[in-house]
């Protein structure tokens, strides 16, 4: 037990130095996009801002959204890192359970587990608000990305989605704004 308890200190040590977002108690469980068609979801969209996450390091964040197989969501996410290079990770999502199409799982590798990938809110052609959290004993850590089909999203767009975060728990202080300035991000793929 005492091993357990030092791994937890560890990785929560690790999580608080990284500024990962993580709260006391469980994962709040907001509602979801009701009658969400994920056909309409394919496609590109840029990250207009996030809440720190250690697997995310760069700026002009983008996932593109593809049909793989009926049910499955291919994902694609690229990302400019601080040297120049493009990083990218591939996976898949899917709805567990089909009265709930908006609560999704994502998983990038066989051997990874599955992360909540839950769209709060989305009007398909111009913004989404994507959430994910994962339980961690008496803790939770809190995923928040605010997604445009372009690389700019209105002020007012974007306090109306931290406004739904807000009203269902959800901390939206640390949200950082990605960079998708066209010149800075003009090595991405279009």
Same mark, same amino acid.
């Given at each position: ?49 996030? +809440? ?17 197989? %009926? ?5 694609? *996410? ?22 709930? %199409?908006?609560? +999704? ?10 992360? %909540?990938?839950?769209? +709060? ?13 994962? *339980? ?31 009203? *269902?728990?959800? %901390? ?6 990605? *960079? ?11």
């Amino acid at each position: 037990m005492q091993t357990f308890q030092v791994i937890s200190l560890t990785l929560l040590s690790f999580l608080a130095a990284s500024a990962q977002t993580f709260l006391p108690g469980k994962c709040p469980t907001p509602a979801v996009q009701e009658n969400f068609d994920a056909a309409r979801y394919l496609g590109r969209w840029h990250e207009i801002q996030k +809440l720190p996450a250690v697997f995310q390091k760069g700026e002009c964040c983008q996932a593109t959204y593809t049909l793989k197989s %009926p049910g499955v969501v291919g994902v694609f *996410n690229e990302e400019l890192l601080a040297d120049g290079t493009i990083n990218s990770i591939s996976g898949t999502a899917q709805a567990k359970d089909s009265s709930e %199409p908006a609560k +999704l799982e994502v998983s990038f590798s066989e051997i990874s587990r599955e992360s %909540p990938y839950w769209v +709060l809110s989305t009007d398909y052609d111009r913004y989404s608000l994507v959430y994910g959290c994962s *339980n961690m004993d008496d803790c939770h850590v809190d995923f928040v990305w605010i997604l445009s089909r372009q690389p700019a999203l209105p002020a007012e767009t974007i306090e109306e989605l931290i406004n739904i975060l807000a009203s *269902n728990g959800i %901390p939206a202080e640390k949200l950082q704004v990605t *960079n998708q300035e066209a010149a800075f991000c003009s090595s991405m793929p279009e």
